[in-house]
């Protein structure tokens, strides 16, 4: 008999209840990891730059859901209670427990809102793509993860919204003309950034 410890029976049970709150709520437009946007700028308070990000999302009349952890609800200094409230009001959230990884509750509520659905988060998920067993679901879900991560970038005091792209970053041809995107810098590039110069070809006739 497989004795199954109180932690993974929390975890599961809370992942169950996390399911029926998404399909209670669904769709959305757009899912944000709370805690990881919360850091993108250390100067600020948390909820602060939370705040800011949900702010831009929201403009288009987006339906968000924010994932955070518990502790973002208890007042303290970087994570303020009138702001948290005032947020909430702008979005849909789950708080899952402290000790939970929230990047499957991302991608669960991503794929569950269907192909519009957008996810926001500065993590690169190395590690989904690595427990994919072979490498045509990993070239999948790095296609899947071009297409719908939304990466934010802060300049000052602004948040820069740099959209998924809609179209897929391979070579494209129509017979006589090709299209190759390429990056002409030396850093590593990681799934979800995806050069955005082509260098365009034409067969001479």
């Not at 427990?97 to 957008?118: M, P, R, V, W």
């Not at 041809?173 to 590039?189: A, F, N, R, S, V």
């Amino acid at each position: 008999m497989i004795d199954y410890s109180p932690v993974f029976v929390c975890l599961f049970q809370e992942f169950q209840a996390f399911q029926t709150f998404v399909e209670n709520r669904l769709p959305f437009d757009i899912v944000i990891d709370g805690l990881n946007v919360s850091h993108i700028k250390p100067r600020k308070m948390h909820c602060e730059n939370l705040f800011d990000a949900v702010n831009c999302l929201a403009k288009e009349n987006a339906r968000l859901l924010v994932l955070g952890r518990k502790h973002m609800l208890i007042d303290s200094s970087n994570w303020k209670r009138e702001i948290m409230k005032e947020i909430q009001n702008k979005a849909d959230f789950f708080f899952a427990e402290n000790i939970s990884e929230d990047d499957a509750f991302l991608l669960y509520a991503t794929l569950q809102s269907g192909k519009h659905c957008k996810f926001v988060t500065r993590d690169f998920l190395r590690d989904h793509k690595a427990c994919l067993s072979d490498s045509l679901t990993r070239h999948l879900f790095r296609k899947w993860q071009r297409g719908h991560q939304i990466s934010k970038k802060m300049f000052l005091s602004v948040f820069i919204q740099q959209p998924a792209l809609c179209y897929d970053c391979v070579v494209q041809t129509t017979g006589d003309t090709w299209h190759i995107p390429y990056k002409d810098t030396l850093d590593e590039k990681y799934s979800y950034r995806v050069p955005r110069k082509w260098l365009c070809i034409q067969q001479k006739r």
